[in-house]
């Protein structure tokens, strides 16, 4: 790229940045110290903010540019992405988003450990919460140094390992200093401008084919090199039965891992009432449903008007289609609108990114605080000590962070992310469904159900194509995958849902009936919530 995109795009990210900057430290200054400030805001966000906050997020850069990327280049099979991550928001609002709100504190193991025997819970829990976490912080991170290498000239393997060292650096003082009030205002910040941005650019590729999306389908189909089958079902999924069963993987972690994401359940304690976590939802399924009907038209759109080799040359993943429409849409690299239309898009990019690790980075210091460190110590842990416990394991979750985001470049966003709802869907899902509506559910039952989803996943990715054996993956120049599905939701969601079952039957316990009762009526009516 030249010069002036470089300028342009790093003033604009550096903008948001010193703005970031300045709410975290503004709300640093007005926080009392206490758990209830860092982990849930003060639980003083109405459902709109909330809204805003959970589609900020949401809509991560998997989304924004692991999406539109795998849309460009797979065409139908891409959109799978898009359908699956708002499907997934209905088993959230029906399911999930009240019971929670009501049965916790502020994280997942609370609802678990309402009935359960609490230490084991927590620390099997809090385990699950930070590995998902850890997996999805690896995507926003590969998704940092692939947008900052194509700003950079695409070559520039050092100026992509400082980007990931940069934005692991700011989550960690994002979450530090500011906690979840900082971070709610930064997601709803980023929102605002992300769906800006992407109504901007789907208005743009619409114009370019005058409203004729018939014609930007074709005009796809034709450069994309395989004619009407881009349009059609199997062009990624649909060679052998491998592929075939991928794709119902895919499609099973997608639609049922959302609501086992700690960051987005997190979200759910930041508002006052039950009620409230519903209005949020309802919110976020309205802005997030509109993001993801305009994530097709900008993939299309990128096959249509770039073209799919073009986009595989910048990054072989298609993680870098949406900035190349921006530049074309604009005007081309040498032309003032493609130049500054570039330059908005990568740093709403940057800024998506920003704002998501520091969400899913507060999630997992609150997991690492409130469930393992407190289920450590002898004696309960006092709130202040902590908070200060969170602040420090977000030191230590960005380094991890860091150097699996580093080792994982090349590698699409979206891909990464599948990976991490497989495994919410395998050990955090089952856990929290049996908590909430199985009466016998015991604290074995509970325990079995997070490992035994939680370890087959994690066992079946390290020995799949992601890791080795093949051209694409992690160490290419090694072999031991012996399990054929990139992605193991098919095998590991059941085994976690099996697993809580035997556990269960197998327990010498019996479970308490007056707490599952006392539960029941706290998640359905919201009475002796916090």
């Given at each position: 790229?030249?010069?002036?995109h470089?300028?342009?795009?790093l003033?604009?990210?550096?903008a ?7 709410i975290?430290?503004?709300?640093s ?10 982990y ?11 809204g805003f906050?959970?589609?900020g997020?949401y ?6 540019l ?5 849309i460009?280049l797979?065409?139908?099979d ?7 991550f ?13 019971l ?25 829990a ?5 590995t998902v976490?850890?997996l999805y ?8 140094g ?18 990931v060292?940069?934005v ?7 979450v530090?200093?500011g ?18 941005g ?5 208005v743009?590729v619409l ?13 796809a ?12 079902p199997g ?7 491998t ?8 499609g099973?972690a997608l639609v049922l891992g ?14 006052p009432?039950?009620?409230a976590?519903?209005r949020?939802v309802?919110?976020?399924i309205?802005?997030?449903?509109g993001?993801y ?13 770039v073209?799919?080799?073009t ?8 993680n870098?289609?949406?900035p190349?429409?921006a ?9 003032t ?20 690790v520091?969400?899913?980075?507060l999630?997992?210091?609150?997991s690492?605080?409130?469930d393992?460190y407190?289920?450590l110590?002898?004696?309960r842990?006092r709130?202040?000590?902590e908070v ?10 960005g380094v991890?962070?860091?150097?699996l ?11 990464l992310?599948?990976l ?9 899902l089952?856990v ?7 009466r016998?559910?015991?604290t074995r ?7 035994g ?11 799949s ?6 051209p ?9 995958q012996?399990?054929?599905l990139?992605n ?11 697993a809580g ?10 479970a308490d ?8 009526v ?6 002796g919530?916090?």
């Amino acid at each position: 790229m030249t010069g002036n995109h470089q300028t342009l795009a790093l003033l604009l990210f550096s903008a948001f940045v010193a703005v970031t900057l300045g709410i975290t430290t503004w709300v640093s200054r007005h926080r009392h110290g206490s758990a209830e400030e860092f982990y849930a805001g003060g639980r003083l966000f109405s459902p709109m903010e909330n809204g805003f906050a959970i589609a900020g997020d949401y809509m991560s850069a998997a989304s924004f540019l692991g999406i539109s990327g795998l849309i460009a280049l797979f065409g139908y099979d891409g959109m799978l992405y898009s359908v699956g991550f708002l499907v997934a928001w209905l088993v959230v609002l029906f399911l999930v988003a009240e019971l929670v709100r009501n049965c916790g504190r502020f994280t997942l193991a609370d609802v678990v450990a309402a009935r359960m025997s609490e230490r084991p819970v927590r620390i099997a829990a809090g385990t699950s919460s930070v590995t998902v976490s850890v997996l999805y912080l690896v995507a926003q991170m590969v998704g940092a140094g692939s947008l900052v290498a194509l700003l950079l000239g695409g070559t520039s393997q050092a100026a992509q390992s400082w980007t990931v060292i940069g934005v692991g650096a700011l989550m960690v003082i994002y979450v530090s200093l500011g906690g979840m009030r900082a971070t709610t205002w930064i997601q709803i910040v980023k929102a605002v401008l992300l769906l800006g941005g992407t109504v901007a650019l789907t208005v743009l590729v619409l114009v370019r084919f005058h409203g004729d999306v018939d014609q930007l389908l074709l005009t796809a189909a034709e450069r994309s090199g395989h004619g009407q089958s881009f349009l059609a079902p199997g062009l990624k999924y649909g060679g052998d039965w491998t592929a075939r069963l991928d794709f119902i993987s895919l499609g099973l972690a997608l639609v049922l891992g959302t609501a086992g994401l700690p960051h987005i359940l997190s979200r759910f304690y930041t508002v006052p009432t039950a009620r409230a976590a519903r209005r949020s939802v309802v919110w976020s399924i309205g802005l997030i449903g509109g993001f993801y009907l305009m994530t097709i038209v900008l993939g299309f759109g990128a096959a249509a008007i770039v073209g799919p080799e073009t986009v595989r040359g910048s990054n072989a993943a298609g993680n870098t289609a949406v900035p190349l429409l921006a530049l074309d849409l604009g005007g081309g690299a040498d032309s003032t609108g493609g130049t500054v239309l570039f330059a908005i898009v990568a740093a709403v990019a940057f800024a998506t990114i920003l704002a998501v690790v520091a969400g899913i980075t507060l999630a997992s210091s609150a997991s690492v605080a409130h469930d393992l460190y407190a289920s450590l110590r002898r004696r309960r842990a006092r709130p202040r000590s902590e908070v200060a416990v969170a602040r420090t394991a977000a030191v230590g979750i960005g380094v991890i962070a860091i150097a699996l985001g580093l080792l994982a470049r090349d590698l699409n966003v979206a891909f990464l992310v599948g990976l991490a709802f497989a495994v919410a869907a395998s050990a955090n899902l089952p856990v929290l469904l049996y908590s909430l509506f199985w009466r016998g559910f015991t604290t074995r039952g509970a325990v079995w159900s997070v490992y035994g989803g939680l370890i087959p996943a994690m066992a079946l990715v390290l020995l799949s194509p992601v890791v080795s054996g093949s051209p694409e993956s992690l160490f290419p120049g090694v072999d031991f995958q012996y399990f054929p599905l990139q992605n193991p939701g098919l095998v590991s969601i059941p085994l976690g849902f099996v697993a809580g079952w035997l556990g269960t039957v197998t327990s010498a316990e019996v479970a308490d009936e007056a707490k599952h009762a006392e539960t029941e009526v706290r998640s359905l009516t919201g009475a002796g919530a916090v």
